[in-house]
């Protein structure tokens, strides 16, 4: 299965993305909640290219995916920014804080990165560009959740939790076995997964270092 | 409003669409048979290049308009296609008669115009090929449904009557709104709009004579 | 070779290109000018896609192939765009003429489709496209030439002995050797060429019967 | 001039571009030879994605501009691509030492950003996220070639003089001109091209501190 093999190669960035400080003491509650305010007001400006590259790589797919594509978009679009809604107003933000939030500069080359790629190549490629993401949330949960038991902080239980329900397995689910549809050059595929890998990684890092544009 | 000035400028074109004696005959029911099942599998390929139109246009727009756009292109590639589908088992046809049907010269000329529209222009450009469709078979329909009452083929008056559903007329006013929120050069909308809509007469045209290609 | 696979299967297409009455009776000289004077008229919307189209194909292709992608587009964009000014000059006409000409229906949809498959496919299937077109006219001339000893319309002979020269055979093998490197599903190049043939052949019938909208 | 306006508003970040130690130090011959091997090294990605974006923007222009910006295209894929060459091999390199250079962060940033920019926006807003890098070239030849004089570097001399040229000028000065045949929006045109601008910054300091991936 590609999807195994793109997994395999990662292996040693997706370790280091589960051991994250900021990932660990989110599901432990230990994290500041400024890096926490942080990384959900750049979640919004990511949450909008994944949907501008979702559409991208619909366009260029066979129907029977491209249906699938779409469900997916359109999901993100509506459940997922209303979702993000509530966490924000769970936090005493509003959708202005997050439209108004300066995008920081890993975001902002993470979201040209994935939107480039869907443009640029088909729509497997465009695909691996967005797996990383989507699949290292799931897989951070099965490692990290046994933290959330000596979590207090609802709004991290909350938060975590929705990476562990059905839902969002069965999306993950969907996403991979798109992936493995996949023909034709698997460098290219790995190479795009690989930087997706490091971007996820980066986003993370991002988050806890709170970073700025220095100019 | 933007819709009304291309609405009255499209009108000589609309008019002869609504007297086309394809859409006539298909209301009263006089369409012959043959007639329609052309028309039905040439739809398959229109509804998949709007669908594509549609995720061009929604990766370019703003996120409110985006969403919007995402739930109407799912909807068509879901429930619309569940409902074409639904259609063609009626009339004893299945999908793979219909992906196997050789896309007629102005079907694809048609879909190719509303692709190459949402690629090189903004959303609102992209936006203005597609609503001719959508907007004039709801005009159709306020026109020529009295015609529905002495029509005896229940196939045509299923399909027919879609087209005056709630849900139906809800898309195209949020398409039309849509398009009222259009900036900048009126003289681009406009030429787009004239086209789609000569398009649409095409269409109707082409269904009526059953066009094939020549070589 | 790719290149020759896609010929022979065009073949028969092809062959009622080379013998259409509007190829045979420009190089005879027997083509009544009103023809000539539109074909040439329509021929500026066609090479603005072409430029347009290239321009698509070169950003997504590797570095080598874009370089040369780039300059054939230039070619067009420069020296074509200027030897189409001189020829109209020649025929008393200008570029205002040419540009506020209505692109007629086959046009319209030869253009979209090539844009339309450069944005959707890779770099090889928009090539597949476009390369009926110059290929064609090379085969024409060759096929054709021995006509243009009788013929004694000065601006046919010019317009003809084009597709003869040296450089537009460089050309044609240029873009002849870039398609022979694809890689990947043949169908599908197959696909886009035939229809590139048919579009070759309906833009010379569209010439010789003047095609108008009907609408 | 909306030029002036765009240059006016980035002038705190390109008077530090100005006087960036890597600016400043290789006018002065004082830059360490390992810093200037890897910027050049490192440029070889951002001039492909220069091609790339010049190529999408084309795509969408009026005839006019399209022809220009090809001709920049098409210079920088052979003229610049050539020119580089021979500057790598004065430096004992490759073309493949350049094509094998692991893309770092920051460049791979910049070019997704003019990429997306490109596709996602109009021909002027594509333009704005390309000016920032040759403006400032030129106006860094500007204030600091009188550094030159006691540069005993003849490599960093010779790189520096080109943008110096009088083509180098007439090239910028292209840019600056079709930029101010801008219409509409022009605050997206300023946040573009600040953007562009913090991306010339950070390519400075990115080449300085011989950035690489931390994972």
């Given at each position: 299965?590609?999807?195994?093999?793109?997994?395999?190669?990662?292996?040693?960035?997706?370790?280091?993305?589960?051991?994250?400080?900021?990932?660990?003491?989110?599901?432990?509650?230990?994290?500041?909640?400024?890096?926490?305010?942080y990384?959900i007001?750049?979640?919004?400006?990511?949450?909008?290219?994944?949907?501008?590259?979702f559409?991208?790589?619909?366009?260029?797919?066979?129907?029977?995916?491209?249906?699938?594509?779409?469900?997916?978009?359109?999901?993100?679009?509506?459940?997922?920014?209303?979702?993000?809604?509530?966490?924000?107003?769970?936090?005493?933000?509003?959708?202005?804080?997050?439209?108004?939030t300066?995008v920081?500069?890993?975001?902002?080359?993470?979201?040209?990165?994935?939107?480039?790629?869907?443009?640029?190549?088909?729509?497997?490629?465009?695909?691996?560009?967005l797996?990383?993401?989507?699949?290292?949330?799931?897989?951070?949960?099965?490692?990290?959740?046994?933290?959330?038991e000596?979590?207090?902080?609802?709004?991290?239980?909350?938060?975590?939790?929705?990476?562990?329900?059905?839902?969002?397995?069965?999306?993950?689910?969907?996403?991979?076995?798109?992936?493995?549809?996949?023909?034709?050059?698997?460098?290219?595929?790995?190479?795009?997964?690989?930087?997706g890998?490091?971007?996820?990684?980066?986003?993370?890092?991002?988050?806890?270092?709170?970073?700025?544009?220095?100019?």
């Amino acid at each position: 299965m590609i999807s195994e093999k793109l997994r395999n190669d990662a292996r040693p960035i997706w370790n280091r993305i589960f051991s994250h400080p900021f990932v660990v003491e989110l599901y432990s509650g230990k994290l500041p909640f400024e890096k926490f305010r942080y990384y959900i007001l750049q979640d919004y400006a990511y949450l909008i290219g994944v949907i501008r590259a979702f559409s991208i790589i619909s366009a260029k797919s066979e129907i029977e995916i491209s249906g699938e594509i779409l469900e997916i978009a359109r999901m993100e679009a509506t459940t997922e920014i209303e979702n993000y809604r509530k966490l924000l107003n769970r936090m005493n933000l509003t959708m202005e804080d997050a439209i108004k939030t300066e995008v920081a500069p890993t975001n902002l080359a993470y979201v040209n990165f994935i939107i480039s790629t869907s443009f640029l190549g088909n729509e497997y490629e465009g695909l691996a560009s967005l797996l990383p993401c989507f699949w290292s949330y799931l897989e951070i949960w099965k490692r990290n959740s046994h933290l959330l038991e000596k979590n207090e902080n609802e709004i991290y239980i909350q938060w975590a939790k929705e990476y562990g329900s059905k839902e969002y397995q069965a999306l993950v689910k969907k996403l991979i076995n798109l992936m493995d549809r996949a023909v034709g050059n698997y460098e290219k595929l790995r190479k795009i997964f690989l930087t997706g890998s490091r971007y996820e990684y980066a986003f993370w890092e991002m988050a806890y270092t709170m970073e700025r544009w220095h100019i």
